[in-house]
């Protein structure tokens, strides 16, 4: 888990990655009976594109005995379009009724486990909608939103890439270049979805699309720390997407239970760099 922050009162609201769903650490999590785990619609979609009553059974294997501690995301799409100036974050990210769909689908796969041909037909439907609007939402964030990764490092010298390399203290010119140029990608997002307008940065590091864009310049560094290695397949480029998409949502919260590497780094990343950004945006707006 990484970045933990509690709240006055001692509960967490931490986003869980897919890969610790059936995990103890969860488990252990929500014993504590005031922990919430937020569930973003990208680790849905992973359990839906299984399209397996055993796959959902092993998903809910944990959160089925603490309904009521669980917080269900809406979509991506539906939290980028939020105006931090006038909707509650994260509040507005959570769908309602959580604890009794929760119950409701737990009850519905033991019915279709059970042979009820109706409701495994129902499961199917969602599942198939479900991973319809994840594919459409990555084939998106490929071709159209972000630049290609050697598009992004280009803009650093041979000097500044050693430095990445080296992972040594980043330059007044290199801090300038990520954090410039991730309010380009941010502006290039509003442009192509204009549900919110383009805010000023003081207002802009709250929305999603910021912090996705500055998490996709720190995914640039990753990619540079290690060896700029092409990407051939296209399946790798969208886990790295949604492992962004997660570390997004989880900057809202307090924490990202992940045991994946590069998830964690960009999650704890992330966080450092919106505190610089709100910092930097919080002074300019008082000049």
């Known amino acids: 888990m990484s970045e933990e922050h509690f709240y006055e009162d001692g509960v967490m609201q931490v986003v869980i990655d897919s890969n610790m769903m059936q995990s103890a650490e969860l488990f252990e999590y929500l014993s504590d009976g005031a922990n919430v785990a937020v569930l973003p619609d990208y680790v849905w979609a992973e359990c ?38 006038t909707t509650r974050f994260p509040k507005a990210f959570e769908l309602e009724n959580v604890p009794t769909d929760l119950r409701a689908m737990e009850t519905a796969v033991d019915q279709a486990t059970a042979g009820a041909a109706a409701v495994l037909a129902q499961l199917r439907e969602q599942w198939d909608a479900a991973t319809a609007t994840m594919d459409d939402m990555l084939q998106g964030a490929e071709e159209d939103i972000l630049p290609s990764l050697p598009e992004l490092a280009s803009m650093f010298t041979a000097d500044e890439l050693g430095r990445c390399r080296r992972k040594e203290k980043y330059t007044p010119a290199m801090t300038e270049k990520v954090f410039g140029t991730a309010f380009g990608i941010y502006e290039h997002l509003v442009e192509i979805d204009p549900r919110v307008p383009l805010l000023p940065p003081r207002h802009a590091v709250e929305t999603f699309y910021y912090r996705f864009a500055l998490g996709a310049m720190l995914h640039c560094i990753w990619w540079i720390r290690n060896g700029s290695q092409s990407i051939s397949k296209t399946e790798r480029l969208r886990n790295d997407y949604v492992d962004l998409g997660l570390a997004s949502c989880a900057t809202y919260y307090d924490g990202f239970m992940t045991n994946d590497t590069k998830a964690a780094w960009l999650h704890n990343e992330l966080a450092n760099a919106l505190k610089f950004a709100q910092a930097e945006a919080a002074a300019h707006s008082s000049r």
């Open 48 to 85: 839906y594109k299984q399209q397996s009553l055993v796959a959902v059974q092993s998903f809910l294997s944990v959160v089925r005995y603490f309904p009521d501690q669980i917080a269900v995301l809406r979509s991506g799409k539906q939290i980028a379009g939020f105006d931090p100036r």
